[in-house]
């Protein structure tokens, strides 16, 4: 098959669409199909992410306050490039991962009869409402969580991944932690300036806090920041894993997740964690994982600090947390949607077949 992702944040951000988009592009090269991703660009691309065995296809377009602007200049950028163009009339299956993308491009595939497939992990009622794909996909725990996704029409459900390499490399539980970590975006909802408060609180002369990703409150962050807390930026998935196995816990204080990614990737890596508990992360983590309240700040203090000290207790997180996430590797969710392409494929032909044969209909000007 000839199979195109297009993701507007492709490339600009590392989290965690992006990182599915990657690596299902990847697997389903992998599996033998022709893969194009498509993405804008804003200067280079994080270089893990062009090695992939995957065709790029880079249509530029000008940069956006917000991502549904982003969105909209890309679906924009797409209809004047030639390439796009061919690739949306001509590919058996698309897909889209991002409510917006969906709602622009699922409606140009339908407009030149191919085959659509959608991935919702949220974004509202009116998103779902203007999705024309062929085939609609659904993050499980964004169904369990949302509402207004239980009476709208879904084909199935497609689970995150991680790689085996993650599971396999080596991770040591160290006697006495001192690194905590915090990955994700430098964003209000991820809990990041609650974060450094903790740490400030902590009053730790041995710990350490180290922020990995970037975002509108890195520049705030870095201005309230002690000697011992440090900032790596947006960075390769590569180094993000090589930032886990050199951590002690990972702190994630996040107040919205649909199956958070970060906390899969860390369970993978055999990183503890302390979480906040939220709809999106029970249900994404082993039963008896450190989940808290995100309104008791001292709960957060006495708990990081204690599994600083409790070798153990870090010990048997570590273990479980990889045995959960050896559940999800990345060959399930990319079998399942091959599976998906094919059939929306399949639907499209059938859809174009039964209107080739339909007999025409009355002309509006002809009586009744």
Not at 156 to 165: I, R
Not at 171 to 189: C, D, H, I, K, Q
């Amino acid at each position: 098959m000839d199979v195109g992702i297009l993701l507007s944040t492709l490339g600009l951000l590392r989290g965690g669409l992006e990182t599915r988009a990657a690596c299902l592009g990847s697997g389903l090269a992998r599996r033998g199909h022709r893969v194009t991703l498509v993405a804008p660009r804003f200067g280079e691309l994080a270089p893990d992410l062009s090695s992939l065995p995957v065709t790029w296809l880079r249509v530029p377009c000008e940069p956006c306050d917000s991502r549904d602007q982003l969105s909209s200049a890309f679906h924009d950028a797409c209809r004047e490039h030639p390439q796009a163009r061919r690739l949306m009339a001509e590919h058996d299956a698309t897909f889209t991962l991002f409510a917006p993308d969906t709602a622009r491009f699922s409606a140009w595939r339908r407009s030149e009869g191919r085959g659509h497939v959608s991935y919702y992990s949220g974004g509202g009622r009116s998103w779902l409402e203007r999705d024309l794909s062929t085939v609609r996909l659904v993050n499980p725990l964004t169904a369990q969580k949302n509402r207004e996704v239980a009476d709208f029409p879904m084909d199935g459900e497609l689970l995150p991944g991680v790689p085996d390499a993650l599971l396999a490399a080596p991770y040591t539980v160290r006697e006495r932690g001192r690194r905590l970590l915090s990955v994700g975006r430098l964003e209000p909802n991820k809990g990041v300036t609650e974060l450094l408060a903790l740490f400030r609180r902590m009053n730790d002369p041995e710990a350490e806090l180290r922020f990995v990703g970037d975002g509108p409150l890195r520049e705030a962050l870095e201005r309230e920041a002690t000697e011992r807390v440090s900032f790596a930026g947006a960075v390769g998935q590569e180094q993000v894993w090589e930032e886990m196995r050199q951590a002690d816990l990972l702190v994630h204080p996040s107040s919205c997740e649909s199956f958070c990614f970060t906390l899969l990737e860390a369970q993978a890596a055999g990183l503890p964690f302390v979480s906040s508990d939220v709809p999106g992360i029970r249900g994404a983590v082993p039963d008896g994982s450190p989940l808290l309240p995100l309104d008791e700040p001292g709960l957060w203090l006495a708990t990081v600090r204690s599994l600083l000290k409790d070798f153990e207790a870090r010990r048997r997180l570590s273990a479980a947390g990889r045995e959960w996430a050896g559940r999800y590797t990345w060959e399930g969710p990319v079998a399942a949607l091959e599976g998906f392409l094919r059939l929306a494929a399949e639907r499209a032909s059938s859809r174009q077949s039964s209107a080739a044969s339909r007999p025409p209909g009355p002309s509006p000007t002809s009586s009744a």
